[in-house]
């Protein structure tokens, strides 16, 4: 679905943050039209779930890919010299090539060696995004998001305030993606601040403490800040199913969740209550 014309208020509505002069840098851009080409080439991933990584430093640096991971891809536009990705939850990636950039597909088999900026990989096809250096997320439906995990500080007690207004017999992992009750959480960082916490994502939240609600959203936010300053974080058990848990050695589970059954992962040996597993 490609859109021409769109109004100027639209896209003003889908920028975040101070408006900047682009006028100047606009002249060396590509034209709309490869834009429009790149927004043609990306409909192949369309309506998938993709996984999304962030290779290239400064493209970590901006959190997009935890964000992003995870989600279904719902349409993707060219609008003017800026390609607007819309994922589920309201999310939308703003791309701007610049000089450089450009967004390829590539066979979901292919490597995709040096630094891209980003890569969406679907079922058959990966979208690979090199020298993007304009990349920002912006979100739809801001007003009915949580708490934003990356907040600085987090506001660590509103976001236990939500999830204990939700119904409580609701699963702590499928809660937890619920950008209502806390913004910003996708299925890495859920895997892995649920291992931190020592709980599983199969817990409902009546059965969750105080005490693990609150280790689980402080662990979110502490890897995912460190992920956004660009530490490495080696996953325990993020796409890991069928290896030993590096805490206890127990074999690392995996299974979908939630209505829209995106993937948890989890160590039936250390984290507790699988209660509800293997659905
Ligand atoms: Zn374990």
Same mark, same amino acid.
């Given at each position: 679905?490609?859109?021409?014309? +769109?109004?100027?208020?639209?896209?003003?509505?889908? #920028?975040?943050?101070?408006?900047?002069?682009?006028?100047?840098?606009?002249?060396?851009?590509?034209?709309?039209?490869?834009?429009?080409?790149?927004?043609?080439?990306?409909?192949?991933?369309?309506?998938?779930? &993709?996984?999304?990584?962030?290779?290239?430093?400064?493209?970590?640096?901006?959190?997009?890919?935890?964000?992003?991971?995870?989600?279904?891809?719902?349409?993707?536009?060219?609008?003017?010299?800026?390609?607007?990705?819309?994922?589920?939850?309201?999310?939308?990636?703003?791309?701007?090539?610049?000089?450089?950039?450009?967004?390829?597909? &590539?066979?979901?088999?292919?490597?995709?060696?040096?630094?891209? !900026?980003?890569?969406?990989?679907?079922?058959?096809?990966?979208? &690979?995004?090199?020298?993007?250096?304009?990349?920002?997320?912006?979100?739809?439906?801001?007003?009915?998001?949580?708490?934003?995990?990356?907040?600085?500080?987090?506001?660590?007690?509103?976001?236990?305030?939500?999830?204990?207004?939700?119904?409580?017999?609701?699963?702590?992992?499928?809660?937890?993606?619920?950008?209502?009750?806390?913004?910003?959480?996708?299925? &890495?960082? +859920?895997?892995?601040?649920?291992?931190?916490? #020592?709980?599983?994502? !199969?817990?409902?939240?009546?059965?969750?403490?105080?005490?693990?609600?609150?280790?689980?959203?402080?662990?979110?936010?502490?890897?995912?800040?460190?992920?956004?300053?660009?530490?490495?974080?080696?996953?325990?058990?993020?796409?890991?199913?069928?290896?030993?848990?590096?805490?206890?050695?127990?074999?690392? #589970?995996?299974?979908?969740?939630?209505?829209?059954?995106?993937?948890?992962? !989890?160590?039936?040996?250390?984290?507790?209550?699988?209660?509800?597993?293997?659905?």
């Amino acid at each position: 679905m490609m859109r021409v014309g +769109r109004s100027r208020s639209r896209s003003d509505e889908l #920028r975040q943050g101070p408006s900047r002069d682009e006028s100047a840098r606009d002249s060396r851009m590509p034209e709309g039209d490869a834009l429009h080409r790149a927004a043609r080439r990306l409909q192949v991933l369309v309506g998938e779930r &993709v996984e999304v990584e962030a290779v290239h430093p400064r493209a970590r640096a901006k959190g997009v890919a935890e964000r992003l991971d995870g989600r279904v891809l719902e349409s993707v536009e060219a609008q003017g010299k800026n390609l607007l990705l819309c994922f589920e939850g309201g999310y939308v990636l703003r791309s701007h090539l610049r000089m450089n950039g450009s967004w390829r597909i &590539v066979p979901a088999a292919a490597e995709t060696p040096g630094l891209p !900026w980003l890569v969406l990989r679907g079922r058959e096809w990966n979208a &690979v995004l090199r020298g993007g250096s304009v990349l920002e997320l912006t979100d739809r439906a801001t007003r009915r998001l949580g708490p934003d995990i990356l907040a600085e500080p987090p506001d660590f007690a509103a976001m236990l305030a939500r999830l204990r207004a939700a119904d409580q017999r609701r699963e702590l992992g499928e809660a937890l993606l619920d950008q209502r009750l806390v913004a910003g959480i996708g299925t &890495v960082w +859920r895997a892995e601040s649920l291992w931190e916490a #020592r709980i599983s994502p !199969w817990l409902t939240l009546a059965a969750t403490t105080e005490a693990e609600l609150e280790a689980v959203v402080e662990a979110a936010a502490r890897l995912m800040r460190l992920s956004l300053d660009g530490r490495r974080h080696d996953r325990r058990v993020y796409r890991r199913a069928g290896r030993p848990c590096p805490r206890c050695g127990a074999t690392i #589970r995996s299974g979908g969740q939630g209505d829209d059954n995106r993937f948890a992962y !989890w160590c039936p040996g250390c984290q507790r209550g699988e209660e509800g597993a293997g659905k």
